[in-house]
Nanobody, 125 residues
Framework: QVQLVESGGGLVQAGGSLRLSCAAS????????MGWFRQAPGKEREFVAD????????DYAESVKARFTISRDNAKITAYLQMSSLKPEDTAVYYC??????????????????WGQGTQVTVSS
């Protein structure tokens, strides 16, 4: 089992930036990929970005491309989400997830992944 702790959320004005962190512990040797998801009030949780742990291959939701950047620090076993040009519609609870297998579908995280407790991001207009 992998334990995940997110941090870095907060309140920011539209156009601002935030960096989220997701620190992993436990069976970290099993991590194949890590992803970020978000859930806004009244909406379903949605994929934001993910990164393969070994190769560093990344994938992004269309809504965040060119604004968000996912990265990882293998030594610290931590994934990051750098968010820039934030919009009010980015307001949500952001969750990170770790996957122990090749990700074919975003839903693989829901079925097989470990999850953190989430961190609130609020973007004011």
């Amino acid at each position: 089992q992998v334990q995940l702790v997110e941090s870095g959320g907060g309140l920011v004005q539209a156009g601002g930036s935030l960096r989220l962190s997701c620190a992993a512990s436990g069976r970290t040797g099993s991590i194949y990929a890590m992803g970020w998801f978000r859930q806004a009030p009244g909406k379903e949780r949605e994929f934001v970005a993910d990164i393969s742990w070994s190769a560093g291959n990344t994938d992004y939701a269309e809504s965040v491309k060119a604004r968000f950047t996912i990265s990882r620090d293998n030594a610290k076993i931590t994934a990051y989400l750098q968010m820039s040009s934030l919009k009010p519609e980015d307001t949500a609870v952001y969750y990170c997830s770790a996957l122990d297998r090749f990700r074919r579908y975003y839903s693989d995280y829901a079925h097989f992944g470990s999850w953190g407790q989430g961190t609130q991001v609020t973007v004011s207009s």
